[in-house]
């Protein structure tokens, strides 16, 4: 038999796949698709401190390889995702979630973490200093140094959890910023984020987008998403949630082999809303295939 187990900071997954931040919302879309238990986590809607509506229309581009959005964090706000959405998503999702937040100041992450560290629920707090499509705050945090490691500093001091720093490739160098949230404490790191990117409409002479630039993500990103992953685990001591562009089981296979110890599953959602499922079950499968008894052996080997 295959074990297609892994772990994150002492949690136990029954498989490395999590739909990514932004691409699932709180589940209450796909549960009619298929038994949303079989997934190893959910990382639900990015959540700010207030309600935010999100940026003009229109904020969602097509393009070879992939999507840009400009989303711009839509969210009801902390208060109402503790108190409503979360309780919501227990009812038929039973294992621990990845809660992803975004704040515009450390006291906006403090509100946060403390504010998640409270809800059962959540397992892991994935802190997003580095969204491109928000035309304030995020992509400060998260392409500076020091920031990162205040950051994290901030969100230690307030949550028991476990706080994985979801890092951009929108740097210079990318295993700094991994450094600088190692040294602020981080139990783990989340990347990809999206790459920044931009549409223009040539009949109408404008970009495609009303914020103009957003966020690209999909098929597109992987080979960059890999070669971060891979560089990130060799720079620093702990666990890596590999994201950008997967779309099938062996891509999965790719980012553990370059260091991650599970995924998140983003565009492809949108495009597929079963390839989680199918991702699942082809993994052992695959794994079967390729002689990996146990997929955590994998873990890092390049």
């Given at each position: 038999?295959v074990s297609i187990k892994t772990t994150l900071s002492g949690i136990e997954l029954d498989n ?45 581009a097509e393009c070879p390889g992939g999507m840009l959005n400009s989303v711009g964090l839509q ?228």
């Amino acid at each position: 038999m295959v074990s297609i187990k892994t772990t994150l900071s002492g949690i136990e997954l029954d498989n490395p796949i999590i739909p990514a931040s932004g691409t699932f919302a709180f589940g209450e879309e796909f549960k009619s698709l298929y038994d949303l238990n079989i997934l190893g986590s959910i990382s639900f809607k990015g959540t700010t401190v207030e309600e935010r509506p999100g940026n003009a229309l229109p904020r969602i581009a097509e393009c070879p390889g992939g999507m840009l959005n400009s989303v711009g964090l839509q969210n009801p706000g902390v208060k109402k995702v503790v108190e409503e959405e979360l309780p919501r998503l227990g009812k038929f999702f039973k294992k621990p979630l990845v809660a992803n937040i975004s704040g515009f100041s450390l006291e906006d992450f403090a509100i946060l973490s403390e504010e998640m560290d409270k809800v059962e629920n959540v397992g892991i707090l994935e802190v997003n200093i580095s969204c491109p499509n928000v035309s304030h705050g995020g992509m400060a945090f998260g392409t500076d140094a020091k920031s990162v490691e205040a950051v994290c500093k901030v969100v230690k001091e307030k949550t028991k959890k476990p706080v994985y720093m979801k890092l951009s490739p929108n740097v210079t160098d990318i295993t700094e910023m991994a450094r600088a949230a190692e040294s602020g404490g981080a139990d783990g790191l989340s990347l990809i984020n999206t790459v920044l990117g931009m549409r223009i409409d040539i009949k109408r002479r404008k970009p495609v987008l009303a914020n103009k630039v957003g966020g690209y993500s999909g098929p597109g990103i992987f080979p960059i998403a890999v070669r971060a992953v891979y560089a990130v685990h060799q720079a620093v001591k702990l666990p890596l949630i590999g994201m950008g562009g997967i779309s099938r089981a062996e891509d999965v296979l790719e980012m553990m082999m370059a260091g991650a110890s599970a995924v998140e599953v983003g565009a492809e959602n949108l495009v597929n809303p079963r390839v989680c499922e199918e991702i699942i079950t082809e993994l052992p499968i695959l794994c079967e295939r390729l002689g990996i008894k146990d997929i955590q052996d994998i873990i890092g080997i390049v």
